[in-house]
């Protein structure tokens, strides 16, 4: 998985694409029209400023102003009204895009009950919902699981479908790292005995409820932050229109109320004012599609300003088992008897080393593989370190150098000058060296490493081109660590790590100013991921990692956080592309708008209309058109998200400011002078 699948960035696929369709538009069509409540919209000033102007001009046109025709006035009234609709319909999409996935999740938990444990040790049934952080319940095999927890007796299968769209069951157990259990989840066999981890409200489910439907997200800083800037532009320009009428005024004319009232909702920045919530609750739907559940909005924008990763070798960067990657025969012996042997030797093995030298072979050679009831099977043992099978009077071996010395009979130093040679090579690569034989003969060398994940070192080459330094974490020693780094193009190792040099690392990395994101599962992760401004921890993990953490990963797949640093980013990217394209628009709107209104009263800025729009009624409601159609256009993009490319800053920056800067300024002069156009030939104004 080291491309984001298409589905993670817009709607599922459906068979029936007008059924889809359908599903979205209608209820977010009636969501446009509740949300024009002034209490819902007071969270995005700029379009409470769009709602009380439009409410505004309705009123005008009840009491016309001789200035302005009443179907002109009627035009405006209608369009300041569709462009908060616009809006709120562009909200509502995104929240509609997660909506059926959490009434499906919430569906599930609706009247379910558990079987808590009481003071005197008794077993009654309670209501799930009623249940808080500490209470002890007992699940059985097909009941569902009702709250998250923490296994305290007990070993099942556990199927998480519900919650990780995954259709094969994973094994619950107590102790270790896998005793984390999820709320809403059925148990597939057996029984547990579950501690509740999190009070209601706090479960996964419902802050993944939360983060689909997008009702209860949290504005982030930078949202904030951007929310203070277009309140303060919008001022600006209120003070700014106020002005214009005593200047008319002195010039001896007047401008019409209704006009400057439309002039102010075309200079404030509606574009991102109308779009802003929506690229957050779309950026979170991102996330969730991703089966990552992010604690707060923060997080998810701290990764995409993430300088530094912190990934762990094992499972992220390599696929965490040892695996045969190659055969190397002893003088004299053919590539086939080794293989033959190797592979006998391995048929026996049921850890994942024997299990891939036997893939290896069978891969590159046609063997005929004697049936298990013709020989006698000698399994790998922590203490033998062998493993192999006798067969026709033969015997098979395959384990750990100097336990196969041992076996054939030699001393330790005693190994043949070729395959010593060999032997040293392999273990100075950083991998592991097995020897072969059959009887006392020994038939040649296994090389077993560390395999590095398919793509992983592109996808370090993007990250690198964006400005984050990737740093690999491991318990290896450094000999084996820097040949591993170096084979998956990492900037950086951190060898033999203990969490007190993890956490170490991440504070030296913020002390430099640099923002660190780093995953982990087990219990000696929890003070980085406490400490790393992205913490993400496995759903499978330990109880500590995850509360230590700021994200959880439902699918326990430590790659993911590589997706989540590119999420981030693609919010970021979105919000500040369309903030420039918004901000843009005003340039022209200006020439647009205000030499036609003053042209008249002051001649001279007729050298300033340069779109050569057909009259002053005519402008106004061209700008206006165009400024709740550009909201329309746009709302794909907001969705969808600015696609993010393999660049730093300052790149993305300028790359922002060339597309969106220039086509915000040049995109309204076309358009509004098409509107204009296309008014005057159907006789609107």
Known sequence: MMNLPVADLGIPADPNPATRLRALWRPALLQAFV???PRQLKRSPVMLVVLLTAALTTVLCLAPDSGVETGVALQITLWLWFTVLFANFAEALAEGRGKARADSLRAGSQGL???RRNADGRFEQVPASSLVKGDVVQVLAGELIPADGEVLEGIAAVNEAAITGESAPVIRESGGDRSAVTGNTRLVSDRLLVRV???P????????????????????PNEVALDLLLIGLTLVFLIVVVTL??????SGAGLPLIFLAALLVTLIPTTIGGLLSAIGIAGMDRLVRLNVIARSGRAVEAAGDVQTLLLDKTGTITFGNRRCTALHSAPGVGAEVLAEAALFASLADDTAEGKSVAEFVRVRHALVEPAVSQYQAIAFTAQTRLSGIDVRGQRYRKGAVDAVLEFVGLAPGALPATLRVEVERIAQSGGTPLLVCVDERLLGAVHLKDVVKPGIRQRFAELRAMGIRTVMITGDNPLTAAAIAA??????????ATPEKKLARIRQEQQEGRLVAMCGDGANDAPALAQADVGMAMNEGTQAAREAANMVDLDSDPTKLLHVVQVGKALLVTRGALTTFSIANDVAKYFAILPALFAAIYPQLGALNLMQLHSPQSAILSAIVFNALIIVALIPLALRGVAVKAANAAQLLRRNVLIYGLGGLLVPFAGIKLIDLLLTALNLV
């Open 113 to 115: 009950n558990a079987r």
């Open 35 to 37: 949300k024009l409540d």
């Open 197 to 199: 981890t999190s009070n």
């Open 487 to 496: 084979e998956a193009g990492v900037d950086d190792v951190l060898a033999q």
């Open 201 to 220: 409200g706090e479960s996964t489910l419902d802050r993944m409820v939360a983060l689909v439907e997008g009702a209860k997200r949290q504005k982030t």
């Open 245 to 250: 009428q005593p200047f008319a005024r002195f």
